[in-house]
């Protein structure tokens, strides 16, 4: 790096420093001056030295995307340059449908890829988390069935599959065994980070923090911390419809071209809720972030 600046890119963050790697894989900590909360993991970024050699970020590049979570009026962005999500869960502990459900709204709402990953497929309460991905699969989402521990060697090769040479953001609710998952991908993920945090007196990164990692072989995986809630008040109403698959294939045929598929007459959302082709908890789950959006 010289004084006139390079490109980087943010892998972790510690308040107004953040760890970066320029174009040929070099770590270095970096400082955002007077600004805080408008640098992301993920971001490229403009870093240059100062007189007493110290990095400093000067400006963020155009995010290609960027994925967040909105809790009432308070927005999380999660990672910046993703080209898709992962969303993990597993029998035990107990998942939450709808959490997978609005990780998916959030990903189409963004514009990149999802894909549902079942871990923990080894577990004898399995059956039902494996009836839940069956009917994702069957909506048209992206599915894969894994057991980091049980069958460590398969699901390596399995994961390496979907995700070599793509960047993709990690999330799921805790306990879920997302971790276990960037472990069996890249060995002492947390490792790096960590050193920088006690080496350089910055104490542990935050759990809201997300932290970059390079793939073996190409692509990059993103960890976020485990969540139980995936706000969506970021989302525009009128796009709901159309990132639910199911809804989407009839939405066209509604009376009324601005139906929200909830009490309008002549509804051929409704209509297919009434002949069983579309499952109602779905549309129970539609009425309710519709509800959230409009509230």
């Known amino acids: 790096m010289t004084d006139r600046g390079t490109t980087a890119r943010v892998t972790a963050g510690f308040g107004r420093n953040y760890l970066v790697e320029d174009t040929h894989g070099t770590p270095r900590l970096a400082t955002r001056r007077g600004k805080r909360g408008d640098i992301i993991v993920g971001d490229q970024v403009r870093v240059s030295l100062d007189p007493s050699g110290q990095a400093v970020i000067e400006s963020a590049l155009p995010r290609a995307s960027v994925l967040m979570r909105a809790e009432g009026t308070r927005e999380k962005t999660l990672a910046a340059n993703i080209e898709q999500i992962a969303i993990v869960f597993a029998a035990r502990p107990a998942f939450n449908p709808h959490f997978v459900w609005r990780a998916l709204l959030a990903a189409h709402g963004a514009g990149i890829g999802a894909l549902a990953i079942l871990n923990k497929n080894d577990l004898p309460d399995i059956e039902p988390a494996r009836s839940f991905l069956a009917k994702l699969a069957a909506l048209g989402y992206r599915t894969l069935g894994v057991s980091a521990k049980a069958g460590a060697n398969e699901a390596r090769e399995a994961l390496m599959h979907v995700l070599r040479d793509r960047t993709t ?21 947390g490792a790096p980070t960590q050193e920088f945090s006690h080496r350089l007196n910055l104490g542990k990164q935050t759990t809201s923090s997300s932290r970059w990692f390079g793939l073996p072989g190409g692509g990059a995986l993103v960890d976020s911390p485990g969540f139980q809630s995936f706000g969506l008040r970021h989302l525009d109403a009128r796009e709901l419809a159309a990132a639910m ?15 929200g598929h909830l009490d309008e ?15 109602p908890a779905r549309y129970a789950f539609y009425r309710q ?6 509230g």
């Open 265 to 279: 007459p002549d509804c051929s959302v409704r209509a297919a809720l009434a002949r069983g082709e579309i499952d």
């Open 245 to 259: 698959p199911e809804l989407a294939q009839v939405a066209g045929q509604c009376r009324f071209a601005d139906c």
């Open 169 to 189: 953001l990690l999330v799921g609710q805790s306990g879920m065994g997302k971790s276990t998952l960037l472990n069996l991908l890249v060995p002492g993920a």
């Open 289 to 294: 972030v519709m509800a959230e959006l409009r």
